[in-house]
């Protein structure tokens, strides 16, 4: 289960980031994870009440965005939206796509008090 690690970087990161005697503990961190990262969310979830005990961020929020995979087509020579790597163009039908995003996973914010 490597969402058991990618939650261990972001307490990394979130430690990092809340060290500041002035943050008391993390409330809420909102995570951007792209539709081909290979995360299954149910499994980083529960990873992540885990994970963060006894850190400033126990008990925070873990808000999953979701973010769509792109690429782009070489016939409409578009950047369009795709639900699987080996779709097709969903503009043209063209078969010929460059997938560009969507593999992504990043900590987008997160709040302190």
Do not use: N
């Given at each position: 289960?490597?969402?058991?690690?990618?939650?261990?970087?972001?307490?990394?990161?979130?430690?990092?980031?809340?060290?500041?005697d002035?943050?008391?503990?993390?409330?809420?961190v909102?995570?951007?994870?792209?539709?081909?990262?290979?995360?299954?969310k149910k499994?980083l979830?529960?990873?992540?009440?885990?994970?963060?005990?006894?850190?400033?961020?126990?008990?925070?929020?873990?808000?999953?965005?979701?973010?769509?995979?792109?690429?782009?087509?070489?016939?409409?020579v578009?950047?369009?939206?795709?639900m699987?790597?080996?779709?097709?163009c969903?503009?043209?039908?063209?078969?010929?796509?460059l997938?560009?995003?969507?593999?992504?996973?990043?900590i987008k914010?997160?709040e302190?008090?």
């Amino acid at each position: 289960m490597h969402e058991m690690s990618l939650c261990e970087g972001i307490r990394r990161i979130v430690e990092q980031a809340s060290a500041s005697d002035d943050i008391a503990r993390v409330t809420r961190v909102r995570v951007e994870i792209g539709q081909f990262a290979g995360v299954e969310k149910k499994a980083l979830s529960f990873a992540w009440d885990v994970v963060m005990r006894g850190s400033k961020a126990e008990g925070a929020v873990l808000e999953m965005i979701d973010l769509p995979g792109t690429a782009t087509c070489f016939d409409c020579v578009k950047t369009v939206e795709i639900m699987d790597r080996l779709d097709p163009c969903p503009d043209c039908g063209g078969g010929r796509l460059l997938p560009e995003g969507g593999d992504e996973m990043r900590i987008k914010d997160m709040e302190v008090a």
